[in-house]
């Protein structure tokens, strides 16, 4: 059976395109999605690729990821600066994590600069743009295969 990589992103990011272009750039977050499933492919892994607004509905997707999924990649978005729930669900189900940022977070607001994300993700990928979600299935690749 393939190996599933769940891919969720948090809120806005659904705007990806229109939203700060000069920050985030022009690809949609379908664009990006075209491209993690079609590395995914050659990586031999099933991306399930999700999206929402909601802090919760992130959470639960971090916890049913523990019995569907290898790995996971996550942009949390705004709620990587605020977010207790996510950081305690990503240690409790013990599957890794990539954290990844299409901008570099450390080069912005002051605000930006901590994440609660980080410290239970395996790795991280920050300022890539678009590319670092394939960079962050690149590494994941590694680490799951070797499990
Ligand atoms: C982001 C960075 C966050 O600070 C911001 O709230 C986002 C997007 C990024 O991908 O660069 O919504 O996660």
Same mark, same amino acid.
């Given at each position: 059976?393939?190996? /599933? &990589?769940?891919?969720? +992103?948090? *809120? +806005? #990011? +659904?705007?990806?395109?229109?939203? =700060?272009?000069?920050?985030?750039?022009?690809?949609?977050?379908?664009?990006? =999605?075209?491209?993690?499933?079609?590395?995914?492919?050659?990586?031999?892994? !099933?991306?399930?690729?999700?999206? /929402?607004?909601?802090?919760?509905? #992130?959470?639960?997707?971090?916890? !049913?990821?523990?019995?569907? $999924?290898?790995? #996971?990649?996550?942009?949390? %978005?705004?709620?990587?600066?605020?977010?207790? $729930?996510?950081?305690?669900? &990503?240690?409790?189900?013990?599957? *890794?994590?990539? =954290?990844?940022?299409?901008?570099?977070?450390?080069?912005?607001?002051?605000?930006?600069?901590?994440?609660?994300?980080? *410290?239970? $993700?395996?790795? &991280?990928?920050?300022?890539?743009? %678009?590319?670092?979600? !394939?960079? %962050?299935? !690149?590494? #994941? $690749?590694? &680490?799951?295969?070797?499990?």
């Amino acid at each position: 059976m393939t190996a /599933t &990589i769940f891919v969720l +992103n948090g *809120p +806005n #990011l +659904n705007l990806l395109g229109l939203r =700060e272009p000069e920050v985030y750039g022009s690809d949609t977050l379908n664009d990006i =999605e075209d491209r993690v499933r079609a590395r995914g492919k050659t990586l031999g892994f !099933e991306i399930d690729f999700r999206q /929402t607004n909601v802090e919760g509905q #992130l959470v639960d997707w971090v916890q !049913e990821a523990r019995t569907k $999924a290898k790995g #996971l990649i996550i942009n949390p %978005a705004a709620y990587t600066h605020t977010s207790v $729930a996510l950081h305690d669900a &990503i240690k409790a189900v013990g599957v *890794p994590a990539i =954290e990844v940022h299409l901008s570099n977070t450390y080069a912005r607001e002051d605000f930006r600069h901590h994440s609660y994300v980080s *410290p239970v $993700a395996h790795g &991280i990928v920050v300022g890539f743009g %678009a590319y670092g979600y !394939e960079l %962050a299935l !690149e590494g #994941l $690749a590694r &680490i799951v295969s070797k499990n």
